[in-house]
C-alpha cells in the first residue's frame, strides 16, 4: 500500500474519527463447529477469515472502536420470518436452526465479546443493516466509517456493503475477514463487485492503522455527519449474550 492510500485508510477508520466495526452473523450456528452451513463454516475456518475477525474484534477493543454483532435468528414457531425465496424455505429444513436464545446464535469462538458491544438480532431479510436498528445506532454513535466483516460473502456481507453506502456511510472491507462458498468466489466477487464501492484492505493493514501514532491537527470530527465520498480500493486483496442486544421482529 502506498503512503497516501495508507494515510487516507489511516484517516478513515481512526479510532477517535467516528468508525465502527461491524460483524455479520458470526455466530455458532454459521460458523461454529456444528455450523447448520458446514461448507460455508469451513471456508471461514480454513481461509483464516473468523481468526482476521476475531483479531480485529480484540483491536477494536483495545483502541476503543465501537463493535456491533449482527446476527440472524428466527423464532422457533417462525413467526415473522421471510418464506419469499429459496433461501429462507431451505434455510427452514436445516438441521441446525437458529432459534432465538439458543447456542446455535451466539457469537462463535474464537471470537470475544465486551460489554460494550452490541448485539443486534434480526428475524427477518437478508441485510443486516435494511429493516434493523443498525443504522439508527450507528447515527447515535457518530459513526462515518463502518468496517463490514464477517459472512458469507454470497448474501449478507454484500448486503451490508450495499446498504451501507446508500445510507452514505464509507465503508471499508477487510478481504481477508469475509468468507463465502464456494472459496474462489469470495476474492472474485470482491475484485468485481465490492471494490467498486468499498475500500478494500486487509486485517493486517486495519491493525497497523490502529497502533500507528495519531496525528495532530487533524480537520474535521467524530460528529454524526454521514456521506463522506466512497474511497477507492486500498491495498491487497465469547458470546454474543454478552453484549447489549437489540432484537426487531
Given at each position: 500500500?502506498?503512503?497516501?492510500?495508507?494515510?487516507?485508510?489511516?484517516?478513515?477508520?481512526?479510532?477517535?474519527?467516528?468508525?465502527?466495526?461491524?460483524?455479520?452473523?458470526?455466530?455458532?450456528?454459521?460458523?461454529?463447529?456444528?455450523?447448520?452451513?458446514?461448507?460455508?463454516?469451513?471456508?471461514?475456518?480454513?481461509?483464516?477469515?473468523?481468526?482476521?475477525?476475531?483479531?480485529?474484534?480484540?483491536a477494536a477493543h483495545g483502541a476503543d472502536v465501537q463493535v456491533i454483532h449482527a446476527v440472524a435468528e428466527?423464532?422457533?414457531?417462525?413467526?415473522?420470518?421471510?418464506?419469499?425465496?429459496?433461501?429462507?424455505?431451505?434455510?427452514?429444513?436445516?438441521?441446525?436452526?437458529?432459534?432465538?436464545?439458543?447456542?446455535?446464535?451466539?457469537?462463535?469462538?474464537?471470537?470475544?465479546?465486551?460489554?460494550?458491544?452490541?448485539?443486534?438480532?434480526?428475524?427477518?431479510?437478508?441485510?443486516?443493516?435494511?429493516?434493523?436498528?443498525?443504522?439508527?445506532?450507528?447515527?447515535?454513535?457518530?459513526?462515518?466509517?463502518?468496517?463490514?466483516?464477517?459472512?458469507?460473502?454470497?448474501?449478507?456481507?454484500?448486503?451490508?456493503?450495499?446498504?451501507?453506502?446508500?445510507?452514505?456511510?464509507?465503508?471499508?472491507?477487510?478481504?481477508?475477514?469475509?468468507?463465502?462458498?464456494?472459496?474462489?468466489?469470495?476474492?472474485?466477487?470482491?475484485?468485481?463487485?465490492?471494490?467498486?464501492?468499498?475500500?478494500?484492505?486487509?486485517?493486517?493493514?486495519?491493525?497497523?492503522?490502529?497502533?500507528?501514532?495519531?496525528?495532530?491537527?487533524?480537520?474535521?470530527?467524530?460528529?454524526?455527519?454521514?456521506?463522506?465520498?466512497?474511497?477507492?480500493?486500498?491495498?491487497?486483496?465469547?458470546?454474543?449474550?454478552?453484549?447489549?442486544?437489540?432484537?426487531?421482529?
Amino acid at each position: 500500500m502506498g503512503e497516501s492510500a495508507k494515510e487516507r485508510l489511516g484517516e478513515w477508520i481512526r479510532p477517535d474519527g467516528g468508525v465502527v466495526l461491524l460483524t455479520v452473523e458470526c455466530q455458532r450456528g454459521v460458523v461454529g463447529p456444528e455450523s447448520a452451513l458446514p461448507e460455508l463454516a469451513t471456508a471461514a475456518r480454513s481461509s483464516g477469515a473468523l481468526r482476521n475477525v476475531a483479531r480485529l474484534v480484540a483491536a477494536a477493543h483495545g483502541a476503543d472502536v465501537q463493535v456491533i454483532h449482527a446476527v440472524a435468528e428466527r423464532r422457533p414457531d417462525g413467526r415473522g420470518a421471510n418464506t419469499n425465496a429459496r433461501l429462507f424455505r431451505a434455510a427452514a429444513r436445516l438441521p441446525v436452526q437458529q432459534h432465538s436464545g439458543s447456542t446455535a446464535v451466539r457469537i462463535a469462538e474464537p471470537i470475544e465479546v465486551a460489554d460494550e458491544d452490541i448485539v443486534v438480532r434480526r428475524l427477518h431479510g437478508l441485510s443486516p443493516l435494511a429493516g434493523t436498528d443498525v443504522d439508527a445506532l450507528l447515527r447515535n454513535l457518530g459513526c462515518r466509517t463502518l468496517i463490514v466483516t464477517g459472512v458469507s460473502a454470497n448474501v449478507a456481507v454484500p448486503n451490508a456493503v450495499f446498504d451501507a453506502v446508500n445510507l452514505g456511510y464509507t465503508v471499508v472491507v477487510p478481504g481477508d475477514a469475509i468468507a463465502g462458498v464456494p472459496a474462489d468466489y469470495t476474492p472474485a466477487m470482491i475484485r468485481n463487485t465490492l471494490a467498486l464501492v468499498a475500500t478494500i484492505t486487509t486485517t493486517d493493514e486495519v491493525l497497523g492503522c490502529w497502533k500507528a501514532p495519531r496525528r495532530t491537527g487533524r480537520e474535521g470530527s467524530a460528529g454524526t455527519a454521514v456521506g463522506r465520498p466512497v474511497g477507492r480500493p486500498v491495498g491487497g486483496s465469547a458470546d454474543g449474550s454478552a453484549g447489549g442486544a437489540v432484537s426487531r421482529s
